[in-house]
């Protein structure tokens, strides 16, 4: 009976068997797929194979194939840092900030629009709060230097006309004010396109379950908790996992835009920026791929945990 | 009809004044760089410049084009982007094209291959010394090769075609046309939404990437309009602290005594804007559309 599996292709045309025939029969197709795969292999698969030089002494000059092996020297080296402490503190602070605050804005935002009836209003607060998202990292960290300058930043003149502050104040030489700035920034860029997936499950649910609740006289508050937010559980679970997943990227890109002054470097660098510095601008390449492959290790093993919580949960959740 | 509940009225009240906070907070600060770029710098270093320009001038953006470097950055980011975009949705959809087929040889092997990519890398440090050996550092092809084949696009290129009617290609194959032909003559033509939507976002990423060029690029003619505008960017806090500008800007300053880095900057920022604001209806149009056909497919 297993032999009824077998593609309906070659039921059809069970004459040619032989699979170099067959092969060359369709190179035409296999011309359309094997290039691109080549590139693919080169660009994503040989960097994976060259993770391997966290365990060797690379260097330049011997090449990834003569370059002496050295076990875990690179990783005890990292952990053994000054500044392991300091990079795992910020990074896990920034991501849980982000996590925390970045990933429910969006449902937020997704909820108050669903109950926005005008709309004219409607598709003008979409429209502009998608746009941030499609501007660069550095387009972005441009604005927010210049809303929060010295210089005739808006936020120090507002600050100046309601009497709080006296002087203008340099917001991004404080390390106390960075992650705040870092997270509102992040959350500002991404808040409305967050939300698109959100109002589209929302716009999915059946109407006659509102119906029903409010002939009930259940109030919108009440709408909102007992029939949306059940409803797209599911789509903000597999959000929910994926974000997981990404609780190490605590940001790389705002990171080195905003953290321009050296007095942030204590609360501002993160893996990937550590990685970035100690990599591309100090040249340490094996130490550097060290410390990003211990991120890699950590991120997989988050994403199978919050996977897996995930589909225990599953049952009960919805 | 049922009538509003004095507290579903409050509510909804609390949500309009909140959503109206939020889009005038994410709206003023490009409304307020543009006011800033129009406004004579002098004028703005008094402070108080927000809603509207209070010295109108154009001489910041006459700066700016006339900033040789400048320009070229721009007609770099230009280039890259066509190209780019041309040559990875033609790739991309080539290889979605082949992927579609059910008789192909290795399908499901290839496509294992290719998801592998979604979710792991070789990070940072392998991919920049594998550019370097290949010797990309400091050519225009480091913009466009190592990002021609996106995964991504290829799967909903690949769904889109699976979805087409096997009778068109079934007669053309009749007609006598190959593969080839079958692609180029029916499946593109087909494809324009696709096609549209795709072009749109990876045109987005090709403009708005300023890191990659910051450590491939040492050559200042090949740097992108982001990548300057950075460089730009941070020159200036330097002299917002250290009240110090470079030569250059300091010989304009001379000749031009109404400019400052912070509107010369704002105007920058604005011209590397432009672009995006001009195509944003047609994402917009679009985006929505492509975003669900992603989630879809999880």
């Known amino acids: 009976m297993a032999q009824l599996s077998i593609d309906e292709e070659l039921i059809r045309k069970p004459k040619t068997k032989n699979a170099f025939v067959r092969f060359a029969k369709q190179l035409d197709i296999q011309m359309m797929v094997l290039p691109a795969l080549l590139l693919i292999i080169v660009f994503s698969y040989i960097p994976m194979y060259g993770v391997l030089m966290a365990f060797q002494d690379y260097s330049i000059f011997k090449g990834f194939m003569a370059s002496e092996w050295v076990g875990l020297k690179h990783f005890e080296m990292f952990f053994n840092s000054p500044e392991f402490f300091k990079v795992m503190r910020n990074t896990v602070i920034i991501s849980l900030l982000k996590f925390c605050i970045g990933f429910p804005a969006p449902i937020v935002l997704a909820l108050m629009l669903n109950e926005v009836k005008n709309m004219m209003f409607k598709r003008l607060v979409q429209t502009v709060s998608y746009l941030p998202h499609f501007m660069s990292w550095v387009i972005v960290a441009g604005l927010i230097m210049s809303m929060l300058s010295t210089d005739n930043g808006s936020v120090n003149i507002l600050l100046e006309k309601m009497n709080f502050i006296e002087e203008p104040i340099n917001f991004l030489s404080l390390p106390e004010m960075f992650w705040s700035i870092l997270v509102s920034t992040g959350v500002w860029k991404e808040i409305g396109f967050g939300s698109i997936v959100y109002l589209a499950a929302i716009a999915s649910i059946d109407p006659s379950m509102y119906e029903a609740a409010s002939m009930d006289g259940a109030s919108k508050f009440k709408q909102i908790f007992l029939i ?3 409803s797209i559980m599911p789509v ?6 994926l974000a997981i997943g990404n609780l190490l990227n605590a940001g790389f890109e705002d990171i ?10 204590d609360v501002s660098d993160v893996i990937d920026t550590y990685v970035y510095r100690v990599g591309i601008q100090s040249s340490r390449y094996s130490y550097a791929t060290a410390v990003g492959l211990f991120k890699a290790v950590i991120s997989v093993g988050l994403l199978t945990m919050a996977n897996y919580l995930a589909r225990r949960a599953g049952s009960s959740l919805w | 009809m049922i009538r509003l509940s004095f507290g579903d009225r409050v509510m909804t009240v609390t949500i309009y004044i909140i959503l109206t906070l939020l889009a005038f907070m994410t709206f003023y600060p490009f409304w307020n760089a543009l006011v800033i770029s129009f406004n004579a710098g002098i004028d703005t270093a008094m402070g108080g410049v927000t809603f509207w320009p209070r010295a109108w001038t154009l001489e910041n953006y006459g700066i700016v084009f006339k900033d040789e470097r400048l320009v070229g950055a721009f007609f770099v980011s230009i280039a890259r ?9 033609l790739f991309t959809a080539i290889l979605a094209y082949g992927i579609s087929k059910k008789e192909l040889m290795g399908r499901k092997f290839y496509m294992i291959l290719c998801i592998i990519t979604m979710y792991f890398s070789g990070g940072l440090i392998p991919s920049f010394l594998l550019i370097r050996e290949l010797h990309l550092m400091n050519t225009f092809w480091v913009f466009i090769i190592p990002s021609l084949i996106s995964v991504w ?8 075609f699976q979805g087409l009617p096997a009778g068109l290609e079934e007669s053309a194959k009749i007609d006598g046309s190959g593969n080839w032909g ?19 976002f990876t045109a987005v990423f090709h403009w708005n990437d300023w890191f990659g060029p910051s450590i491939y690029i040492t050559n200042e003619k090949l740097l992108p309009i982001q990548t300057m505008l950075k460089q730009i960017l941070n020159s200036n806090i330097v002299s917002d602290q250290m009240s110090q500008l470079d030569s250059a800007a300091q010989g304009q300053m001379a000749k031009m005594r109404t400019v400052t880095s912070k509107s010369l900057s704002m105007a920058t920022m604005m011209v590397a804007t432009i672009p995006i604001i001009m195509v944003y209806p047609f994402v917009q149009k679009y985006f929505v559309k492509g975003v669900l056909v992603g989630s879809l497919k999880e």
């Open chain 1, 228 to 230: 949306t937010l059940p």
């Open chain 1, 236 to 241: 903000v679970l597999i959000f929910m996992i």
């Open chain 1, 256 to 265: 080195l835009l905003l953290a321009v002054n050296p007095v942030l470097r």
């Open chain 2, 81 to 89: 982007t066509v190209v780019g975009t041309v040559a990875s949705i």
């Open chain 2, 153 to 160: 696009n290829m799967i909903i290129f690949r769904t889109f």
């Open chain 2, 182 to 200: 079958i692609f180029f003559r029916i499946v593109v033509p087909l494809s324009g939404p696709v096609i549209a939507t795709l072009s749109l």
